[in-house]
């Protein structure tokens, strides 16, 4: 399913989640030192940890602000402190809640942008990418694309392959989270669409169907390009940018 018509609004008060919603959030990483300082201290010891991993110093500071932002998203939902968050992870490292809990979330972020996705009892996944100029994307969707989409992508003009290349792995990769595999569990398991229109074309080795799926597109922010996915139907969309100093 197309969204070309999604309006992302500004936070103005914790939203409630209904069933037949997801909550798409949409934030900068980058913030203020003072707000860094802040979000690490949310943070649990091990996602300390991981963060003092990092080489570079814009590495372990987009780390620390995309987690620490999720904490603060799930409390608000969750009705608790954001150092109160267990999170739990799937075989191939898929976070999420820790004990029977309901709410579903995913997030994703590609260079300075992060984003989240929030469902009731429905598995979802959500991708984001910054559109680049990548000069081997065509050995890479031989690689990893289906043999149509491989072909699709070679029949457009080369002015529209960077984004119809972007399109492709986001929609792939959504599906992919929401199933709790990434691009790990192999992104020959799902053909959708390159055109603007968000379509699944087929799924592989999966009881499960299209008519399964909801897939829509994100056009977050000027130069990224995201998708949806959600085990589901008819789910509407609800968009907020979180922008810096919110009560976040």
């Known amino acids: 399913m197309d969204s070309p018509h999604i309006l992302w609004k500004p936070r103005s008060e914790s939203p409630i989640l209904s069933v037949d919603a997801i909550h798409i959030w949409c934030a900068s990483l980058q913030r203020s030192v003072s707000e860094v300082e802040q979000l690490a201290a949310s943070l649990s010891k091990d996602e300390r940890d991981r963060a003092s991993r990092f080489h570079f110093p814009h590495h372990q500071r987009r780390f620390i602000v995309a987690r620490g ?3 603060h998203l799930l409390a608000d939902y969750l009705a608790v402190s954001p150092k109160e968050i267990e999170f739990s992870y799937l075989q191939r490292g898929k976070p999420e809640l820790a004990g029977d809990r309901h709410l579903q979330f995913n997030l994703s972020h590609s260079e300075e942008l992060v984003v989240y996705a929030f469902c009731l009892s429905h598995p979802v996944g959500i991708d984001v990418e910054y559109l680049r100029s990548t000069p081997d994307l065509e050995p890479i ?3 990893f694309f289906t043999k149509w989409e491989y072909d699709e992508l070679r029949s457009l003009p080369p002015a529209e392959r960077t984004s119809a290349f972007f399109r492709c792995w986001t929609r792939k990769e959504a599906y ?3 199933c709790g595999d990434g691009i790990g569990g192999g992104l020959d398991q799902i053909e959708v669409s390159l ?9 592989h ?9 909801d897939l829509q597109n994100l056009a977050p922010a000027v130069g990224y390009v995201g998708a949806i996915a959600a085990q589901a139907s008819n789910l509407h969309l609800h968009c907020w940018h979180l922008h810096s100093n919110s009560s976040c």
């Open 69 to 71: 932002l999720l904490r």
């Open 141 to 143: 969707a031989a690689r």
């Open 195 to 203: 055109t603007p229109e968000a379509q699944i074309r087929q799924i």
């Open 205 to 213: 080795n999966s009881v499960l169907t299209d008519r399964d799926w």
């Open 176 to 178: 992919l989270k929401a």
